[in-house]
């Protein structure tokens, strides 16, 4: 490119969300994910309490079975607790069914809203805003944070929900004891036995449980905070792994020029190895946490085990009480156990959604003004005004720059790399905002009109054509998408690129790949000009559109830009001279600052800048660009 693109300097940084975000903010943005589907998210809450109250039956249906065989000897009994096992199983699997296919529709429609949420906004976003941040990065926060967030506002949430239910409803069963849950059933059918000896399993027996439930917590909220800090890096060290790995292979060409295959594995080498550093440290603090909380269980299991041991051998408990009491204990041990993947993927999906919502939050800076118009129709008349710019605070990139481009008139911007001829191309589109002056197209100042509709009137054609992995017809109508194939064919002979695209065993149904690379330079530079062309812009910006080709390529795109430029307003970056020589008038940039302008003729006669930078053409047909 002409002129040296902007560097912007501060990437998307978690820290700075963290600062403003708190844990439970973070966690109720989350969670309102999900809020448009409520009701059945509510359905799906609804079917997993009653499938967990299901489950917790069977410790005590199964301590009666026990007491029926080995107490009662009572085979009637024995039958129906089958029985109503078989039953609860059945109507279980059944709500269990619905429960997922709910939950996991719910999990997919979150995944697209918000997938769908943060595409829309990065559109939004404006140009300076993808100079500074690697597009990989960004794709990995639309791929593997997204999938995290999803797991955690549905799957975890209903986990969750499940333990929980299971964790109060264990207490209050082990505290009443089990014979109150078959009280019903015991009305129902009176072969179900009365009951036996308390199963609340004692005074003692129930401190111990309730003592080492907090005990087991206690290492989550302990390491909680680290363990989210280690998520974060490990987030942004996988950002970083996939932006390398997406330059490298959209730039196959280029590694495979240079011989730098090696190079790049171990760029992405190095990147990989460093996530499974910051793994390791993750893994070995969460190795950690569920071994201490493993300890606390098992040692109050222990305990437990000691207590109700004794009160049987007192006769205090029966078998099956005793069976039940510990069926209840294992139970309640599921969702402690299953706390720490829960607190884990937690804090993950904390990180991710820090990621995500520092996205979402990132302010849409150039937008329309409250007083906007949409720009009509226009004849083309471009005026600058002492235009000044800079990027983010850097030095000036213009200063105070003024010329006019009358309708229909060719202007060329010539000067040395780096003096701003393409920030002044990418002014006029509103790819970015003044610091001051005005920039007006008849009349229009384009910070007071609709965005859209001044694009809509602006066709660009750059450096190097930018194609999408689609077909030629798609690549043309980008232009304009409702056009037809008969417009789309016109537009193609109009910038000669018909007769290579009817060679073509597919035409204009010719897959194009990724970025065009099945087509030549030449080939992919006359369909930009046919997308072009089909806009119809009467506004044409042409930034070094011939710069890279060989001379018959040349010949023939030059030929389509000047049908493209026929009676249109254009701006042109060229260092061709055979291009500067037919503009209209030539404006010479200098450090930022147009310092020579008039026609080729009169800048020659001045013996000034121009002269000097013709020289150069005359000698090597070459400016800098």
């Known amino acids: 490119m002409p002129d040296s693109s902007p560097t912007l300097k501060k990437p998307l940084s978690v820290d700075k969300t963290d600062k403003k975000m708190s844990g439970t903010l973070r966690l109720r943005r989350l969670l309102s994910l999900a809020q448009p589907y409520g009701w059945k998210l509510l359905i799906t809450m609804i079917l997993t309490a009653i499938t967990s109250t299901l ?10 079975v026990i007491d029926s065989i080995i107490l009662d000897k009572n085979a009637n009994a024995l039958h129906n607790m089958i029985f109503i096992l078989l039953g609860l199983v059945v109507i279980q699997s059944i709500l269990s069914f619905w429960q997922s296919y709910w939950l996991s529709m719910i999990g997919e429609r979150v995944v697209i809203d918000l997938r769908l949420r943060l595409y829309t906004h990065l559109q939004k976003l404006p140009l300076a805003f993808f100079q500074k941040n690697r597009t990989g990065e960004l794709l990995s926060r639309l791929t593997n944070d997204v999938t995290t967030v999803r797991n955690a506002a549905t799957n975890n949430l209903t986990s969750f929900i499940q333990n929980l239910i299971t964790l109060l409803l264990g207490i209050a069963i082990l505290i009443t004891g089990p014979d109150t849950l078959l009280a019903k059933a015991n009305q129902l059918n009176g ?3 009365a009951g036996h000896p308390s199963s609340g399993g004692g005074g003692d027996t129930i401190f111990w449980i309730l003592l080492t439930l907090p005990l087991f917590s206690l290492p989550f909220l302990i390491a909680g905070r680290s363990i989210r800090r280690i998520y974060k890096q490990e987030y942004a060290v996988l950002g970083e792994a996939t932006a390398a790995s997406e330059e490298s292979l959209s730039n196959a060409k280029i590694v495979k020029s240079f011989t730098r295959e090696q190079y790049e594995t171990e760029r992405y080498s190095k990147l990989t190895w460093q996530q499974f550093g910051v793994a ?16 606390l269980g098992i040692g109050g299991i222990a305990f437990f085990l000691w207590f109700a041991g004794t009160a049987v051998m007192e006769g205090h408990l029966t078998i099956g009480t005793l069976t039940t009491t510990m069926l209840y204990v294992f139970f309640l041990s599921r969702p402690i156990t299953s706390a720490s993947d829960l607190f884990s993927q937690y804090q993950m999906a904390l990180g991710s959604t820090e990621r995500l919502f520092e996205l979402l939050d990132t302010p849409i800076t150039l937008t329309d003004a409250p007083d906007a118009v949409p720009l009509p129709p226009v004849q083309g008349e471009l005026r600058f005004d002492k235009v000044s710019f800079s990027y983010e605070d850097e030095r000036p990139i213009l200063k105070e720059v003024s010329f006019t481009a009358q309708a229909g008139q060719v202007v060329a911007l010539v000067g040395p790399s780096g003096a701003g001829k393409t920030t002044i191309a990418n002014l006029i589109p509103r790819f970015f905002d003044l610091q001051s002056g005005q920039i007006t197209i008849d009349g229009y100042d384009i910070r ?7 694009r809509e009137q602006i066709g660009i054609v750059l450096q190097e054509p930018v194609l999408f992995g689609a077909t ?10 409702d056009a037809t194939l008969e417009e789309i064919e016109a537009v193609a002979h109009a910038a000669n690129a018909s007769e290579f695209i009817r060679q073509l065993p597919e035409g204009y149904e010719t897959l194009v790949g990724e970025r065009g690379v099945k087509l030549s330079v030449g080939q992919r530079q006359r369909i930009a000009i ?24 040349e010949s023939l795109v030059q030929e389509a830009l000047d049908r493209l430029m026929r009676e249109r307003t254009t701006i042109v970056i060229a260092h061709r001279l055979s291009t500067i020589e037919k503009a209209d008038r030539i404006v010479v940039i200098e450090q930022g600052r147009v310092v020579e302008q008039g026609t080729h003729e009169e800048l020659l006669a001045s013996h000034g800048t121009y002269y000097r930078l013709s020289t150069r053409i005359f000698e090597s047909e070459e400016i800098a660009p």
């Open 55 to 64: 489950s917790l039956a069977y410790p005590a249906l199964t301590g009666q």
């Open 191 to 193: 072969a179900i036995p």
């Open 280 to 295: 390791r440290k993750r893994i070995q603090l969460m190795s950690f946490v569920r071994a201490i909380s493993s300890l």
């Open 448 to 454: 007071h009109v609709q965005i859209q509709s001044l």
């Open 472 to 481: 030629i017809r798609e690549n043309i109508a980008y232009g304009r998408l």
């Open 530 to 553: 046919a997308r072009a062309l089909l806009r119809n812009p009467r506004i044409l910006i042409l930034d070094e559109a011939t710069s890279s080709l060989d001379n018959e390529s």
